[in-house]
């Protein structure tokens, strides 16, 4: 059975075109949602999905009726395949039932897989050419070397606890023991 997805974002915006175009490609049954692609929680998009069954095709007018991006497309895509349901986009003519409409498919997904790897790239690039000016990336350091140094020189003093140590440098406990080793051990010993 040919089952019919059609998404428009706004309330005035109107899903006739697409519920037209279903219609006459065949559906069955279409399903109709006002709804950002943006949006995860799409409920009549989970309804759609839930309804179909092994031998189906999902049919929407448009790629991104169903999709936002390219990856969240592949992996639906990918997942009505691995339940034996077939995918078809009317405007796109890319229909997963043929052997064509999956080499189609695939070049698609080749391609964003290949879009996320020069993402990676250039982000690494980035990253050594930062490094190469002396500048580190990521996170912050939880705890600077004079903090180091401070909480220290706390752990010294006998009845300063582990508690009080890390209220004075403004972090948590958990953040004093994983840099500082000997405050857990500090602390365990004085109860």
């Known amino acids: 059975m040919r089952i019919g997805y059609a998404r428009v974002s706004t309330n005035d915006q109107s899903t006739d075109l697409q519920t037209d175009a279903l219609a006459q490609a065949g559906c069955g049954k279409i399903f109709t949602e006002v709804a950002s692609g943006a949006k995860a929680d799409r409920p009549e998009l989970a309804k759609v999905i839930d309804y179909l069954r092994k031998g189906d095709t999902l049919v929407v007018w448009k790629l991104d009726r169903l999709a936002r991006s390219m990856s969240q497309l592949i992996t639906t895509v ?11 986009s009317l405007t796109e003519a890319i229909d997963t039932s043929t052997s064509t409409g999956k080499f189609t498919f695939n070049i698609f997904a080749a391609l964003a897989a290949f879009e996320r790897e020069l993402i990676k790239d250039r982000t690494q690039e980035g990253l050594r ?7 580190r990336g990521g996170r912050p350091r939880a705890l600077s070397e004079e903090q180091k ?7 010294k003093v006998e009845d300063i606890t582990a508690k009080q140590i890390a209220e004075q ?23």
């Open 78 to 88: 990918n997942e009505l395949e691995a339940r034996g349901i077939g995918f078809h």
């Open 129 to 135: 050419a930062a490094a190469a000016r002396g500048r």
């Open 149 to 155: 140094r401070m909480a220290l020189a706390m752990l």
């Open 169 to 191: 440098l403004g972090i948590g406990r958990s953040t004093l023991y994983r840099h500082i080793p000997e405050a857990r051990k500090a602390a365990k010993d004085a109860a």
